[in-house]
C-alpha cells in the first residue's frame, strides 16, 4: 500500500502540515489505498521535508511531484478537463498558495509569541528549551531570508488579504474553483488556507479568512470531500 510519510494531525487538521495536507488530498481524490507514516525520519527525507511518497521502493519528495507520480503512474485526474487558460490559473494559484500564502502562515506560527507556544508544544514537547529556541531562531531567520518576515504585521496582513481576495474573486459563487468539479488547485489552495485558518491563538491572518463571505464554506466543502478526518488518522 501507498506511504505517505507525514506530519501528524495537530489544530483540528489531519496534518499539521498544509503540503501534507495537500498531499492526503490528492491522494483521496485519486481514490488510492493509503496509510500515514508519522514515524518516518525527516533527516533520512529526499530534501529533509514532508511530504514523501513510498510507492514500494520507490521514494518521491515533494507534494507536486507525488501529484505527478499520481497521475502518471496511477492514471490520477487531478484536471483532465481544464482548459489550457484554466490550467494556468490552477497552477498560478497553487505556486501562490505556496510560495506566498505558506510562508506567511509559517511566520504566523513561529514568529508570533503566543502561537509559538503551541508549535513548541505540539513539536518539542520534553525537549530542552535550548532546542526548540535553536530550531526556532533557524526557522525564523529562513523566513528573513525570505523576506516574509520582514514586513511588519499590517503590511503582510494587506498582502494576504489581496491573495485572499483574488481566489475569493475568482471561486464566485461557484462550487470549486473552476466549476462544479474540485481540481488540484482546490486541494493545494484550501489545504494552505485552513492551516491559516487555523491559528490556535487569535490571529489577523485567520481572520482574512474567517471573516470572507465564502471562503470558510469552499474549504470546508473541499475538506469534507478530500481531506481526512484528523481523528481517525491520529487513532
Ligand atoms: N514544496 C514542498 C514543501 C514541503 C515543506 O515545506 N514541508 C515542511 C513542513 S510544512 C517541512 O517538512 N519542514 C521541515 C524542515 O524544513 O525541517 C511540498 O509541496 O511538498
Request: hydrophobic share 45%; aromatic share 10%.
Amino acid at each position: 500500500m501507498l506511504e505517505l510519510q507525514t506530519f501528524g494531525p495537530a489544530f483540528g487538521l489531519a496534518s499539521a502540515s498544509s503540503p501534507c495536507l495537500k498531499a492526503m488530498g490528492l491522494l483521496n481524490m485519486a481514490n488510492l489505498d493509503w496509510k500515514p507514516d508519522f514515524a518516518a525520519d525527516l533527516e533520512k527525507s529526499p530534501m529533509h521535508k514532508f511530504p514523501v511518497l513510498k510507492d514500494g521502493d520507490q521514494i518521491i519528495p515533494d507534494s507536486s511531484f507525488i501529484q505527478q507520480h499520481l497521475e502518471k503512474n496511477y492514471g490520477a485526474d487531478f484536471g483532465s478537463w481544464l482548459t489550457p487558460e484554466q490550467r494556468a490559473t490552477a497552477h498560478a494559484f497553487n505556486r501562490m498558495a505556496e510560495e506566498h500564502i505558506y510562508f506567511a502562515t509559517v511566520n504566523d506560527r513561529w514568529n508570533n509569541d503566543a502561537n509559538w507556544e503551541h508549535i513548541k508544544a505540539l513539536f518539542f514537547s520534553g525537549a530542552p528549551a535550548e532546542i526548540s529556541d535553536t530550531v526556532r531562531s533557524q526557522v525564523v531567520a529562513g523566513l528573513m531570508t525570505n523576506g516574509i518576515a520582514r514586513f511588519p504585521t499590517e503590511m503582510l496582513v494587506e498582502r494576504i488579504g489581496k491573495d485572499v481576495n483574488a481566489i475569493a474573486d475568482y471561486l464566485g459563487d461557484k462550487s470549486f474553483l473552476f466549476g462544479d468539479r474540485a481540481c488540484f488547485a482546490d486541494i493545494a489552495v484550501a489545504a494552505q488556507l485552513a492551516a491559516m485558518a487555523v491559528s490556535p491563538e487569535k490571529s489577523p491572518f485567520a481572520d482574512l479568512i474567517n471573516s470572507h463571505p465564502t471562503i470558510p464554506a469552499w474549504i470546508e466543502r473541499v475538506s469534507k470531500n478530500y481531506f481526512p478526518d484528523s481523528v481517525d488518522l491520529a487513532a
